[in-house]
């Protein structure tokens, strides 16, 4: 399968000259498999170049969200593809414990959030609760959805094709209420969605001095991220969801100061806008 990246950056999209490396716009990866099948996984800003590259065409493409905070789906309603008439839009995310997806999608795209309603838009809608379902196949995609730690109901993925594998947990903590972690792996959360991966793209939202002042908010400080990508035999890790105030060169001296101080058991391979892998 290939992995591109249309949107690495979390919170809130953060365009400018000292983003232009990593990336501005919020998250949006694209999974493509041998067979043509289109995932699109979060719905963030960068969507909206990816609506750009689909062609009205299409059949059908999914898209799949880990959660509903703004800066996972503020992109939909300018993806293109969501105003081709003959075109399939599956989109798979989490209800909540009162209401399902539909109706939560709802409240964003209806005025005054948003002009055009959910129920108005011209492609062809199916909208799938991932959870308790847990696990489902789009295409040549084997996909595994898993609640994890963040506030609100947020799940992570786990993307399979023939023997390749991509987890992907955008917004996660799961160091959170842990005084030394990692600790057991039954008792981490994501653990089961992401061992022995072969691509882990995972939060990377803080630094180890700036993780105390948020403890709670749902994120992972970069030793943390570490941490449980080695808990889980990860083959590659992927840091991912940059915070909107860390510019290319913070990040630039971030990455090569881990690879100076540790002894990596894995690939690191910091997300970029625009690139892409290639998962097999």
């Avoid at 540790?262 to 892409?276: R, T």
């Amino acid at each position: 399968m290939k992995v591109t990246f249309w949107g690495t950056r979390g919170s809130l999209a953060a365009p400018g000259p000292e983003t232009t490396r990593y990336g501005g716009n919020t998250s949006c990866v694209e999974v493509r498999g041998e067979d043509g099948t289109l995932l699109i996984v979060d719905a963030g800003t960068g969507i909206r170049r990816l609506g750009e590259a689909i062609k009205p065409e299409t059949k059908r493409l999914d898209i799949l969200l880990s959660h509903l905070h703004m800066d996972h789906i503020n992109g939909l309603g300018f993806f293109d593809p969501l105003f081709f008439p003959e075109t399939e839009v599956h989109i798979w995310g989490p209800a909540s414990t009162t209401l399902d997806l539909r109706a939560r999608l709802s409240r964003y795209l209806s005025p005054p959030t948003f002009p055009v309603r959910l129920r108005d838009l011209p492609c062809q809608l199916k909208l799938h609760d991932v959870v308790p379902v847990g696990r489902f196949r789009v295409g040549a995609f084997d996909i595994q959805a898993s609640l994890v730690c963040h506030p609100g109901p947020t799940v992570g993925y786990r993307i399979s094709e023939g023997s390749a594998s991509v987890a992907y947990l955008p917004d996660h903590e799961p160091a959170l209420g842990v005084q030394d972690f990692p600790e057991e792996p039954e008792w981490t959360s994501g653990f089961e969605l992401v061992q022995g991966v072969d691509f882990l793209i995972h939060d990377a939202q803080y630094t180890h001095e700036e993780y105390p002042k948020y403890v709670g908010w749902g994120h992972s400080s970069m030793p943390d991220v570490l941490a449980f990508a080695e808990l889980a035999g990860v083959k590659t890790l992927v840091p991912f969801h940059f915070d909107p105030a860390h510019s290319d060169d913070m990040l630039d001296r971030l990455f090569a100061e881990i690879r100076r101080s540790h002894d990596l058991p894995f690939a690191l391979i910091p997300a970029k806008e625009g690139e892409s892998f290639q998962a097999r």
